[in-house]
């Protein structure tokens, strides 16, 4: 389970806290985040999800605080909307306990968090015509990862699902992935980013 993999703990509840009943719904439904992840918008972000997704096995369910979803949600929320995606109601922060012993709360400290700018934009694919290389350069030590594949129109819509990717894809910078975390969920990062759909149908 690659959202919540060496989190600490390696046994967990099911049902979980959104009600998932089997592992392979867990691990479906855990992979749609880990793009989110990869944007860094919240050092808590894997922390708050796994103890909904994978809760620790214990004889009672631990709840995340609702200020560590509060937190979270603050940071990541607005990079969901720029790509397309609000903050789900099941995520609806007043559902969970406010801080005390007995629910996990932040470990980051908020003075710190405060500080630091999420690494994602809605620019984060756009590489304007022209660019130099150096400017392409910058581009892709700044980068996450970076990978090059070849896709071709399927048909006139609009979004990314009107295309073909090729099978191949070869990874030019892996950073902290592995290369086996990549290609499964390649797709699902292009849906999230409207700006390669923009980049790619000025291109076509």
């Not at 908020?110 to 994602?120: C, D, G």
């Amino acid at each position: 389970m690659a959202l919540c993999y060496d989190i600490g703990y390696s046994e967990m509840r099911i049902p979980n806290l959104l009600e998932h009943e089997t592992m392979a719904e867990v691990i479906q439904q855990a992979s749609s985040w880990l793009p989110l992840l990869v944007r860094e918008c919240h050092p808590d972000a894997r922390i708050f999800l796994c103890s909904l997704f994978a809760p620790i096995c214990l004889d009672r369910l631990i709840y995340p605080c609702r200020s560590l979803c509060e937190a979270v949600k603050n940071s990541c929320a607005p990079i969901m909307a720029c790509y397309g995606y609000p903050w789900p109601e099941i995520l609806d922060c007043n559902q969970f306990p406010a801080d005390h012993n007995l629910c996990i709360s932040t470990i980051t400290d908020e003075t710190t968090s405060s500080k630091r700018m999420p690494r994602a934009s809605c620019r984060d694919c756009e590489l304007e015509e022209g660019s130099t290389a150096r400017e392409i350069l910058e581009i892709f030590c700044a980068s996450d990862f970076a990978l090059k594949i070849r896709i071709s129109r399927k048909n006139m819509t609009a979004t990314i699902s009107g295309f073909n990717m090729d099978t191949k894809v070869e990874v030019l910078k892996h950073g902290p992935l592995l290369r086996s975390e990549i290609h499964p969920n390649l797709q699902h990062w292009l849906d999230l980013d409207a700006t390669c759909v923009h980049n790619i149908m000025r291109a076509i």
